[in-house]
């Protein structure tokens, strides 16, 4: 157990639709980062939150957002949905604000489109 | 644009068999990690190498970061089942972001 919570673990919905994906991150990390992995495929990073404040942007489109709450939870909005976006979708969380130290990820939650 | 390429994409080997799996870059990492993936959860972080030519080992797994710091490699001995995974490593880049190569995929056949 990572200690990240996410939720939903898995959610079916259909094109054009708008989703939230929750995550919690380990106690006391104050970085949460969102990934995206296709199936079989290697990791995606999105964007990484610091203690409330966007910190790194990757391939995060248009359509998708996210934020950290006061809490720390994030969550990541997707919306307008197409089939490509279906995907894994992990949060990760880290204690430190770079990006360099080690990543506790989430077991994902999986979204299909149909 | 700082890239990391895996190598090979896709490894099927039976139970007993060594294995190398390869990272690459033209690009110098501050450090390199590396995960396992199994299906159905995260990755998990497996190792961290830091300095060039550094060479650690958990158990039947060896990985070793180049003298340069823009390569490292892992190497299985004596592959288990158990081993069947995703391997992704994840290189330190200049503006503290995290480069991650696209993955291997490992299966031991019993």
């Known amino acids: 157990d990572s200690g990240v919570t996410q939720t939903p673990k898995h959610l079916i919905t259909a094109t054009g639709q708008r989703v939230t994906l929750r995550c919690s991150p380990r106690s006391g990390d104050l970085s949460v980062y969102w990934y995206q992995q296709s199936l079989d495929q290697g990791l995606q990073f999105l964007i990484q939150y610091y203690n409330g404040e966007e910190r790194a942007k990757g391939n995060i489109l248009e359509r998708f957002s996210a934020q950290q709450f006061p809490d720390l939870h994030s969550e990541l909005n997707l919306s307008s949905l197409e089939l490509g976006d279906s995907a894994l979708y992990f949060c990760?969380?880290?204690?430190?604000?770079?990006?360099?130290?080690?990543?506790?990820f989430g077991e994902g939650s999986r979204l299909t489109v149909l | 644009t700082q890239l990391l390429e895996q190598s090979p994409q896709f490894l099927s080997i039976q139970e007993g068999e060594n294995l190398t799996v390869y990272c690459n870059s033209s690009s110098v990492f501050s450090s390199l990690q590396w995960y396992r993936q199994e299906p159905g959860e995260g990755p998990v972080l497996l190792v961290t190498v830091v300095t060039g030519g550094e060479v650690k080992k958990l158990k039947r797994l060896t990985f070793q970061f180049g003298d340069a710091r823009k390569d490292s490699s892992l190497h299985i001995t004596a592959a288990q089942p158990g081993d069947t995974g995703l391997y992704l490593c994840?290189?330190?880049?200049?503006?503290?972001?995290?480069?991650w190569g696209a993955g291997t995929k490992l299966i031991i056949k019993p």
């Open positions: 994840a290189g330190a880049g200049s503006n503290y972001q995290l480069i």
């Open positions: 990760a969380s880290s204690a430190f604000q770079g990006n360099t130290g080690e990543l506790f």
